[in-house]
């Protein structure tokens, strides 16, 4: 299921989200510059979901909280990579310096890698990115608030 990219049925098997961890490693500033700023993993496992876009939690460094984030792994074809990454944007944190590590915890995968006419393009489809993520997380919030006993809510 992994190789394959369902990261939410890998997640139902292993009975907790597919995750990577590794060092925060120097990328390019395209993110930055052009799109979104992304944390670039050199992860440490050999085995990853298929290319494309996720729905992810990342924790930094000290794994005491998890941030909501988007994850995309593959090649950047939209400015001619040539090297496979992993690039993780977090939605509601701003960071004054990067982590040394992170671990990036995959809950769903949102789409195929794709090359854009150029970075605008990008932009908007990354935004439409978050704006899913935003759905999905509030869904899961909803969700988790209706499990719990009134008693737990209170």
Known sequence: EIADGD?????????????????????????????FPTLNLAA???????????????????????????????????????????????LDTKLTSPPKRIEVRFCERLRDEKKFSGPEELRSQIARDISNA??????????RSIRQPAAARS
Do not use: W
């Open 7 to 35: 990261v939410s049925r890998a997640a139902r098997l292993l009975g907790r989200p597919f995750v990577l961890t590794g060092e925060v490693i120097p990328g390019t500033g395209t993110g930055h510059r052009f799109t």
């Open 44 to 90: 440490e496992q050999g085995l990853l979901p298929r290319r494309g876009v996720y729905i992810t939690r990342t924790c930094l460094d000290d794994k005491q909280r998890s941030h909501r984030s988007v994850t995309n792994i593959g090649m950047r074809p939209t400015f001619d990579g040539s090297a496979l990454s992993m690039e993780t944007h977090l």
């Open 134 to 143: 935003d759905k999905f997380f509030s869904r899961l919030r909803r969700f």
